[in-house]
Every structure is written in C-alpha cells, then in structure tokens.
C-alpha cells in the first residue's frame, strides 16, 4: 500500500521504538512498560486513561489521576520526549462552565484551527462529555457540555467535515455499562451538537468476541487516503469479568458514520502483567496516538488496568492494511 497518504504535520520526534525481533504483529508495546507509574503524584492512586499531544518542542496533555480518595481528577502535564512526563500536582480548574465540578475521566484532547479541545467524561446529573479549550495546558475554559447524560468517549475529529464540527461518542447509563455503540454528532460551533449517525455496533460474538459486549472510540482520528483510521476499544463478558481489548477501523471520509472496514481480530489485548493486574483487571484502553505523516510511524498511549499507562508502536500503512485484510464489513 505505497501510495497511502497519511494526514498531519510532520513529527520527527515521536516517541518510538522499532519493533523487537520476532514480532509480526501490526502492534508492539513498549518494552519498557509502564512509562507512567501509579503513584507518579503525591497522592495518586492511578494514572490512567490519559490524552497526549505535541505541543512546543515536546508534548503535553490532560491525564486522568484518581487520587488516593479515589476521586476522578484531571491534571495537566508536559513532556520533553513523550516517555518521562511531568504531571502539576493540582488538578486542571476549568473556568466557566455549567455548574461545579463533580468528577471527571478519561480525556481526549484534539487540536483543531489551532487551539487545543479537551473532552472527558464529566459529572453533571450522571456521565455526559464536558469539552473545553486550551492554548497553553495552563489555562482551561470550559464550553459548555457537548451532550444531555448519559454519554461518555467523546472524541474529536482534528478538523470540520462538511463545515461542521464532527464528534464521536458512545451513549450509555449511569454505571459501568453493559451495552454501547458508536455515534457520530456535528456541530456548527462546539455548542450545539445534531445531525446524530449510528456508526458501529458490537460485533457478533460469533464473529468477532472481543468486541461483542460494547464498543467505544478511543484516540482522535487520523485522517488517511483510505479514510479516518480510527482506534475503538471492545468489551467481551467473560467468566472472569469484562475484558478490554483494542482494534481498527476505517471510516469514510467525507460520511464518517460510514464503516469502511473494521480489525476482526484484536491490535492489542490484556496479556502483559501490568495490563491484567490491577485496579480493574484485564483493560486495556487507548486514548491517544501521536502519528508522524513521513515515517508512517505511531504511537498509542493506552490505559492498563485502570492503573497506569503505556505505549504501544506501530506503522500507520501496516494497521490500514490489517484493517482492510481482516475486515468483517
């Protein structure tokens, strides 16, 4: 598939390792997993389910940080080469908004025209998607929030489809649920949100059982000659529980509500030790990826465990193409 052409500003400087000798897989982690531990802060318990994006001469992002009260909190963070970070102590206080903070969890963060976007899954009256915007990683103004409860992984596209906004989220209920699909919204101006497209649902166990329970969108879309790679995170109900592995699609550009073809089998499942054992065993869920258009190479920064978080490496054309292969579109 030579002549991909992958969208985006040039990133030489992306975090990376090649891959270890042997491997055949699209995917490989890190080997020296976790770059962020659980007790990074003073008095975190976890750091997990985190956003990264280049911003300056290195990167920065909005990381979630479950405090040793097991409160869900958002901290802003820098890094020089994307694997040693620097998380502020004290969490991101929002300006604005619609009401007070409650809890907050699992970010994304999206550049578009410039600016830097931030949703999460925010608090009010149940789990909706709070949005807000950032020039600085210093300075957070809270929008107001893109959808009624119960919603959550909302995420981004990096730039407007058709003149509007566009959004992935994934509706749900107040708990851990049990169901969940992939919608497509779009908005004339980051404030109201319409124009909703069913986009995917879980798979049929028969077909492809790790994402036969429910599926969500993971990190902010790259845009492709093949369409919109996108990473989603499934959910299998097990004997032993839930478990969250990861995959691919690829959307249709100009209709992204439009599957194009979609990974039967997973990119990357619970098997290290660090992404069976933890807080919640058996997760892992990404929710960010750093590309570099030249090379071709990527990175995924993904939570294990609801515990800590880790990288995984690849090549954008080898995933579009695993994507493709393997489809059950």
């Known amino acids: 598939m030579s002549g991909l052409k992958i969208m985006g500003s040039p990133l030489p400087n992306i975090p990376w390792e090649e891959r270890p000798a042997g491997c055949d897989k699209p995917l490989w982690r890190y080997s020296a997993n976790p770059i962020i531990p659980r007790d990074l802060l003073p008095d975190s318990n976890s750091i997990f389910n985190s956003a990264v994006v280049p911003f300056g001469k290195g990167f920065a ?143 049929p166990f028969e077909t492809s059982a790790w994402q036969c329970m429910k599926v969500g969108a993971g990190p902010v879309p790259i845009e492709t000659s093949e369409g919109w790679l996108i990473f989603h995170h499934g959910v299998l109900h097990s004997c032993n529980g839930y478990v969250y592995s990861f995959g691919s699609a690829l959307l249709d550009l100009d209709r992204p509500w439009k599957v194009v073809a979609r990974s039967g089998p997973y990119l990357l499942s619970p098997q290290a030790l660090y992404e069976c054992v933890g807080d919640v065993p058996n997760v892992t869920f990404p929710c960010a990826a750093l590309h570099d258009p030249e090379s071709g190479r990527i990175a995924i920064y993904y939570g294990c465990a609801d515990t800590v978080t880790s990288l995984a490496f690849g090549y954008v054309e080898e995933i579009v193409e695993f994507t493709k292969k393997t489809s059950i579109v």
Request: hydrophobic share 30%.
């Open 61 to 203: 992002g909005v990381f979630r940080c479950d405090d040793t009260n097991r409160r869900m909190t958002l901290h802003a963070g820098f890094s020089d080469d994307g694997f040693k970070w620097r998380i502020e102590k004290e969490p991101i206080r929002f300006e604005g908004g619609a009401d007070e903070w409650i809890y907050g969890y699992d970010p994304r963060v999206c550049m578009i025209e410039g600016s830097y976007y931030v949703t999460w899954c925010n608090g009010y009256h149940g789990p909706t998607i709070g949005l807000a915007r950032t020039e600085d990683f210093r300075t957070f103004r809270q929008m107001e929030n893109a959808f009624l409860p119960y919603n959550r992984n909302g995420v981004l596209f990096p730039r407007r489809i058709g003149g509007r906004y566009a959004m992935l989220s994934r509706p749900s209920d107040t708990g851990h649920t049990a169901f969940g699909d992939i919608f497509y919204s779009e908005s004339p101006d980051l404030e109201f949100w319409g124009r909703h497209r069913h986009v995917m649902s879980p798979a």
